[in-house]
């Protein structure tokens, strides 16, 4: 008695959930088959085309005006390779026949030429598979386009058959055939009886290279960021702009008309590099960056006459040259050599080794040399003797090589065009260094120098 009532509610059970089953779920709703033209689903329509027949010697890759397109298709391509034994014994048994029909043509046969195109069709394929060892595949591929209304998917179509004209194929419209076709272009492995005959077509192994789909103009590194969409065919763009094995560097170039979003990338790159700890240097001539910079916790310094934050282009940093490398001093000789050019234009070679000499001398008398010991100092806040690299304060400043200029009549042309540089609009360079330049993100606003 117990075992009735549990079976019975067992039934009750599976009667109310029914025989929905998962695959449900992505079934569509309706279809519509009663248009011969197209196929209504999901308030979509859906038309194939059927392609026939191309050119039998293609060197470009079919379907790639097609891929490159932003047009909503379906594409779908089958293969079958055939038994190449078999099929040059049929081969050799075609040819004699239509061999012998040649010979013994009749003048007033109306398909006499088919015959002949026919027989040099079949001693083609078969040099090819018996020369050049290709093999013989059957080939067939059919092309859905979907559109949200008919009219749309007429121009879609009349689109789609002109780009398919331009490589050479013919195609024709899947009408009475388009559950057929639909089916066929769909990615599970049904080859429609209906519609395969018509499309069959022959290619051998260097015309199925043609055929090759994957294919395209876009950008996609495995582990790139998404840059944006490309304007051709609107698939999306990922770039690994660090991948050394691809590409030489990583320096790139933004272009765009006003309004386009170059700022907005600009500071999407900046944010992205300030989470992957990445160091950034940036010049900002239009005051674009202050925010940015301060709500990430970076370096903002201001130049310019109205400017509270300075830099030192004496300083020797600790980080300005690698950890098992020699020669601080040697190395900013070069560097200031290259900002005193543009201070005092054009030097000959001469005034470049004056000038050097005087750069010695002024971090001579800071006690700074060529022996990078001198830029140690004893740490005054310690009990135990303990040696610091030198600060900002511990530097000469322009005016200190002013003033050694001025008493060398040989660079008194030099000193003189220091005069701003210490004493007039541009004596923000004459500063020792107030700001923190250890940070991850240093932005330098220039706005008030490029006005001068």
């Known amino acids: 008695m117990e075992k009735t009532q549990k079976e019975e509610k067992t039934k009750i059970i599976e009667f109310l959930q029914g025989t929905f089953k998962k695959r449900n779920e992505i079934y569509p709703t ?34 790639k005006n097609l891929i490159d397109t932003n047009i909503n298709m379906n594409i779908s391509l089958f293969y079958e390779k055939k038994d190449s ?34 027989h040099n069709d079949a001693k083609y394929i078969r040099k090819q598979m018996q020369v050049n060892n290709e093999e013989l595949y059957f080939f067939n591929l059919y092309i859905t ?12 179509l009349n689109k789609v058959e002109g780009l398919i004209q331009s490589k050479g194929m013919q195609a024709r419209r899947a009408y009475f055939r388009q559950e057929q076709a639909f089916l066929s272009s ?9 519609v395969r005959q018509v499309t069959k077509r022959n290619i051998l192994t260097s015309g199925l290279v043609s055929t090759y789909p994957f294919l395209s103009s876009s950008l ?6 998404f840059i944006g969409n490309n304007i051709y065919n609107h698939s999306l763009v990922f770039v690994d702009r660090y991948n050394t094995d691809k590409y030489k560097n990583a320096n790139i170039s933004i272009f765009g008309t006003s309004g386009a979003g170059k700022s907005f990338y600009t500071k999407l790159l900046i944010l992205r590099n300030a989470m992957l700890g990445i160091k950034q240097y940036i010049i900002d001539p239009e005051r674009e960056y202050e925010k940015v910079c301060k709500n990430l916790g970076g370096t903002f310094i201001k130049i310019g006459p109205t400017a509270n934050t300075y830099i030192n282009i004496f300083d020797i940093r600790k980080e300005s040259i690698e950890e098992d490398e020699k020669g601080y001093l040697s190395a900013k000789i070069g560097k ?11 030097m000959d070679e001469e005034e470049k080794a004056i000038l050097e000499e005087k750069i010695i001398e002024c971090y001579a008398k800071k006690g700074i040399t060529f022996e990078d010991e001198s830029l140690y100092k004893e740490d005054e806040n310690k009990i135990t003797i303990t040696k610091i690299f030198k600060t900002s304060k511990d530097m000469p400043l322009l005016e200190d090589l002013y003033h050694i200029l001025e008493q060398d009549p040989k660079t008194k042309t030099l000193k003189t065009k220091l005069i701003p540089f210490v004493k007039g609009s541009l004596k923000f360079f004459n500063e020792y260094t107030n700001v923190e330049l250890n940070q991850n993100l240093i932005v330098a606003d220039i706005y008030e120098l490029r006005r001068r």
């Open 85 to 118: 034994y078999k099929m040059i014994r049929e081969l050799t048994y075609y040819i004699g026949n239509t061999g012998v029909d040649l010979e013994n043509k009749n003048q007033n046969r109306q398909d006499i030429d088919l015959v002949a195109y026919t």
């Open 145 to 156: 386009v979907f559109a949200k209304d008919t009219r749309e998917l007429e121009y879609l």
């Open 336 to 346: 200031l050599i290259g900002f005193f050019h543009l201070v005092f234009g054009q």
């Open 30 to 63: 309706y279809i519509n088959l009663n248009n011969p033209k197209y196929l209504e689903m999901e308030d979509q329509y859906f038309s194939s085309l059927l392609i026939v027949n191309y050119y039998h010697e293609q060197n470009d890759l079919l379907l």
């Open 220 to 225: 996609f590194d495995e582990e790139g960021i």
């Open 186 to 194: 769909l990615p599970l492995m049904i080859n429609h009886e209906d």
